[in-house]
């Protein structure tokens, strides 16, 4: 007997040599149904998750308030309008560095080492758990924005340009979580995938344009933010959520989704296979 992918559960198949399994999108399917069940069957798991990005906004935009004033912030009329985009990619970046930690755990608790003895493309294995991070992350992202509206008084340039701004912090994220999947393959204790994703993380968030404009930087940080990948991707975000002209942020962000996504996929792959 075998074990095959069938109408969304694991079933023993009869043993057939030509019998290879299900097909990848299949199996895509099923193991990004099976992460998005566990992530969403704990209501606490849910709340916390959902209320984290919210107290982050309202930190932020709290302390940071008396920035609204500075040039190149006051064109946004208030500090809100200028954080809350920005906060939506600080937000995928972070569910990014959490799928790096849901494949380790995954592989410590032997579910990934159970999936190597059926005939499923390792491949599926890691796209999925990037879907269900993606799925996750939208409605981080709208439950989010809705704070920022109804809460903080965020003032969006228009829904559509507020949806094309989410939709470009989930082509981020997505991105992104390859990156920190990547990272897990290569790590093999929990403690040293957390600090190598805070020395990534870290550096890119506050030497981006995120949170204080680039004119108000020291010449040395305010040089690494035009190199930073993540100041474009957070202009980008920000031009469409307010109604500005985007110009060539949003190629250079969508660029940098791609980028990220087709190395750390390829890195990971192959790490994943040689493990």
Same mark, same amino acid.
């Given at each position: 007997?075998?074990?095959?992918? /069938?109408?969304?559960?694991?079933?023993?198949?009869?043993?057939?040599?030509?019998?290879?399994?299900?097909?990848?999108?299949? !199996?895509?399917?099923?193991?990004?149904?099976?992460?998005?069940?566990?992530?969403?069957?704990?209501?606490?798991?849910?709340?916390?998750? %959902?209320? !984290? #990005?919210?107290?982050?906004?309202?930190?932020?935009?709290?302390?940071?308030?008396?920035?609204?004033?500075? #040039?190149?912030?006051?064109?946004?009329?208030?500090?809100?309008?200028?954080?809350?985009?920005?906060?939506?990619?600080?937000?995928?970046? &972070? $569910?990014? =560095?959490?799928?790096?930690?849901?494949?380790?755990?995954?592989?410590?608790?032997?579910?990934?080492?159970? +999936?190597?003895?059926?005939?499923?493309?390792? *491949?599926?294995?890691?796209?999925?758990?990037? *879907?269900?991070?993606?799925?996750? +992350?939208?409605? !981080?992202?709208?439950?989010?924005?809705?704070?920022?509206?109804?809460?903080?008084?965020?003032?969006?340039?228009?829904?559509?340009? %507020?949806?094309?701004?989410?939709?470009?912090?989930?082509?981020?994220?997505?991105?992104?979580?390859?990156?920190?999947?990547?990272?897990?393959?290569?790590?093999?204790?929990?403690?040293?995938? !957390?600090?190598?994703?805070?020395?990534? =993380?870290?550096? +890119? =968030?506050?030497?981006?344009?995120?949170?204080?404009?680039?004119?108000?930087?020291?010449?040395?940080?305010?040089? %690494?933010?035009?190199?930073?990948?993540? $100041?474009?991707?957070? /202009?980008? &975000?920000?031009?469409?959520? *307010?109604?500005?002209?985007?110009?060539?942020?949003?190629?250079?962000?969508?660029?940098?989704?791609?980028? $990220?996504?087709?190395?750390?996929?390829?890195?990971?792959?192959?790490?994943?296979?040689?493990?």
């Amino acid at each position: 007997m075998v074990i095959a992918v /069938d109408r969304g559960s694991l079933r023993l198949a009869p043993d057939d040599d030509s019998w290879g399994g299900a097909g990848f999108l299949t !199996q895509l399917r099923v193991l990004s149904g099976r992460s998005l069940r566990t992530a969403f069957s704990d209501y606490r798991l849910v709340f916390f998750g %959902l209320l !984290q #990005p919210v107290v982050i906004l309202l930190l932020f935009s709290q302390v940071f308030a008396g920035i609204g004033d500075m #040039p190149g912030v006051v064109a946004y009329d208030g500090y809100i309008n200028y954080l809350m985009p920005a906060t939506l990619v600080m937000i995928a970046m &972070t $569910t990014a =560095m959490g799928s790096g930690a849901a494949l380790l755990s995954e592989i410590y608790t032997g579910w990934v080492g159970r +999936l190597r003895t059926m005939p499923i493309n390792l *491949v599926a294995v890691l796209a999925a758990r990037t *879907v269900s991070d993606a799925v996750r +992350l939208i409605v !981080q992202l709208v439950v989010a924005s809705a704070a920022g509206v109804y809460v903080l008084g965020f003032e969006p340039g228009g829904l559509a340009g %507020l949806a094309g701004a989410i939709a470009v912090a989930v082509a981020i994220g997505w991105g992104l979580s390859w990156l920190f999947i990547a990272i897990a393959t290569w790590q093999s204790k929990p403690e040293l995938m !957390q600090a190598a994703s805070f020395v990534v =993380m870290f550096p +890119l =968030m506050f030497s981006s344009s995120a949170y204080v404009p680039l004119e108000a930087m020291p010449t040395w940080i305010r040089v %690494l933010s035009t190199v930073n990948p993540l $100041t474009y991707a957070i /202009d980008a &975000t920000r031009a469409l959520a *307010v109604g500005m002209p985007v110009g060539g942020a949003l190629v250079a962000a969508l660029a940098l989704a791609g980028v $990220t996504a087709v190395l750390g996929g390829t890195l990971a792959t192959r790490a994943f296979r040689a493990g």
